[in-house]
């Protein structure tokens, strides 16, 4: 048994004053624990939070400048970048992961990897490869397909192979040279094919949008998530709020490649391309909130300078545009774990996973707090 003492337990039910006792990976008690224990950590002064859930990882990609240079890299190669990736992301209080998008079978075999315990790392969901029309956004790693026919065997195919989620290209994209970000790709009769596959396995769906009409022919065709919504509009932002659709805006994704610029090496089409929809971003933002969207936390980690051990940076980014510090912590926690459909995550009560962060500070008073966790517990082991 694993005991936190003294701390102070921080999550979307708000906070108490409570030790938390772990035992068999789960949380036995919260406020009345044992007088002893095989493992204490003195959580004295600090605070007792859930792992973080990223609702939208790339295990692939690593936050080098240029994505394309690893258009060309072994299996292999790939495989070891997703194991640093893992353990980068867990070491940053990040206890659970949605892969949308890797070539293969490679993050459904990480996923597999970590859940045997011969990798250390986050919970692994994942999409397989990404359902994409023929050079479309992402085609290099994704499942090419044109028509309904053939959208059915590309959903069919990722099912087989134990997809977590199935995830589709309905526009362009920022990091692909030649594709228009905000239009659309796979049309709606295509999106409807894929989400009546998957939800005939109960599987849920998400689609990379961008654009405006792209959005809102996902959200018409009942995809469970909106993964970026650059250029969502009032109008699609109602759509999707009516609809329950999440938005996973990934701001990080965005932010990384303006700041650092082509200076840094990344291509200028990229970067060109993201200026534009930064700003649109900030005002999808807007639309999301006063709409009433449902967020769930995402980082698109790996994309440029967008690392898989700053995914909590997110939440800062995501207060600085208007969410309070709880929702914050809610669209972290509890709404991304519901998003990804995984049960007993994203809070810290009896019968709960006990994937854990021992934070210095209060996450309700300072979104930084999540960036530098002392402690963290995965699975009732403490890996930090």
């Known amino acids: 048994m694993l005991i936190l003492r003294g701390g102070t337990v921080v999550d979307a039910d708000g906070r108490r004053e ?39 990882v790339h295990l692939m990609m690593d936050g080098r400048p240029d994505p394309s240079e690893v258009h060309d890299d072994s299996e292999a190669t790939l495989a070891y970048r997703a194991t640093a990736n893992l353990r980068d992301a867990l070491d940053a209080g990040v206890t659970t992961v949605r892969d949308l998008g890797a070539p293969g079978s490679l993050a459904l075999d990480a996923g597999t990897a970590v859940g045997r315990g011969v990798l250390e790392g986050p919970r692994v969901l994942a999409c397989g490869e990404n359902v994409v029309m023929t050079g479309g956004h992402g085609h ?45 790709e796979l049309d709606e009769a ?12 109960r599987v849920p769906t998400a689609a990379h949008a961008h654009g405006t009409a792209g959005i809102k022919n996902a ?13 969502m509009d009032r109008e699609a932002a109602e759509l999707m709020a009516d609809r329950g659709t999440y938005w996973v805006p990934t701001g990080k994704a965005l932010y990384g490649i303006v700041e650092a610029g082509t200076e840094a090496g990344i291509p200028e089409f990229a970067v060109e391309k993201a200026e534009k929809a930064k700003e649109a971003w ?16 995402g980082t698109d980690a790996g994309t440029p300078f967008n690392y898989h051990g700053d995914i ?8 600085r545009h208007g969410l309070s510090e709880r ?38 008073d300072d979104v930084t707090a999540w960036q530098s966790p002392t402690r963290v517990v995965r699975r009732g082991t403490v890996v930090r």
């Open 140 to 184: 290099w790693f994704g499942r090419e397909a044109d028509g309904v026919a053939e959208v059915k065997k590309a959903v069919r195919e990722q099912l087989k192979r134990g997809a977590d989620v199935v995830k589709c290209m309905a526009t362009g994209g920022v990091l692909t040279e030649g594709a228009l970000t905000g239009a659309p």
């Open 327 to 364: 929702a914050a912590l809610e669209a972290a926690t509890v709404n991304a774990a519901d998003l990804l459909g995984v049960e007993g995550v994203g809070t810290v009560a009896e019968g709960t996973r006990a994937d854990l962060v021992v934070l210095g500070d209060d996450p309700l």
């Open 282 to 297: 900030d005002e999808a933002f807007e639309y999301a909130l006063d709409a009433g969207v449902e967020i769930a936390m």
């Open 18 to 56: 409570a030790d938390v006792a772990v035992e068999d990976g789960e949380v036995v008690s919260v406020g009345d624990v044992p007088d002893e224990s095989d493992e204490e950590i003195d959580a004295t002064g600090q605070f007792v939070a859930p792992g973080l859930v990223d609702a939208h």
């Open 312 to 319: 909590p940076e997110e939440l800062e980014l995501m207060v």
């Open 219 to 231: 959200v018409r065709a009942g995809i469970s998530s909106v993964e970026h919504g650059t250029f």
């Open 190 to 201: 295509e999106l409807d094919a894929l989400v009546d596959v998957a939800d005939a396995k």
